[in-house]
């Protein structure tokens, strides 16, 4: 005589309650592996976002013809220069002496504070040491009046 399993109050079998908790708790971490990491933005009115706002970026404006600022890009600090209107250069501000982030230039002339190394304002060039080299170009592209990191 074989015995048959006996439903519960819901009409589950054991066998079938334990195999649809199985395939519930499987479920969301298998769809999490298969995820691309692309997150979907939250739902409206809560929650936080890793997006940029909409034309997020560093106003022209900002970056003084002749002059520049110091700005904070992906990986750090940023010297944004805009040696003549409408031309902008991105440097790496930190110094590569020892990477003291350098201060917004001044007169053509990008200067670190810590040991006084200076930098060509335009080009990022080695003018003055201690650091043996120049400043590290950073990639950027301007669209619709923002300074966009690429
Ligand atoms: S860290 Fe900049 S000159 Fe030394």
């Keep these: 005589m074989t015995t048959e399993p006996t439903p519960n109050a819901t009409g589950l079998t054991r066998r079938r309650a334990l195999?649809?908790?199985?395939?519930?708790l499987a479920a969301p971490a298998a769809l999490a592996a298969c995820s691309s990491g692309a997150e979907a933005p939250p739902a409206a009115g809560g929650g936080t976002t890793a997006?940029?706002?909409a034309g997020g970026g560093i106003p022209v404006a900002q970056v003084p013809v002749g002059g520049g600022t110091v700005v904070e890009g992906p990986n750090g600090p940023v010297v944004l220069?805009?040696?003549?209107?409408?031309?902008?250069?991105?440097?790496?501000a930190a110094c590569p002496h020892q990477g003291t982030p350098v201060d917004a230039p001044e007169g053509?002339?990008?200067?670190?504070?810590n040991h006084g190394s200076q930098f060509d304002a335009t080009s990022g060039a080695l003018k003055k040491g201690p650091a043996e080299s120049g400043l590290t170009p950073v990639a950027t592209t301007?669209?619709?009046g923002q300074?966009?990191?690429?």
């Design 147 to 150: 300074v966009q990191f690429v």
């Design 142 to 144: 301007v669209a619709n």
């Design 19 to 24: 195999c649809g908790l199985v395939v519930a």
């Design 51 to 53: 997006a940029p706002p």
């Design 108 to 113: 053509g002339t990008i200067t670190c504070p």
């Design 81 to 92: 220069t805009q040696p003549q209107a409408g031309v902008i250069k991105a440097f790496d």
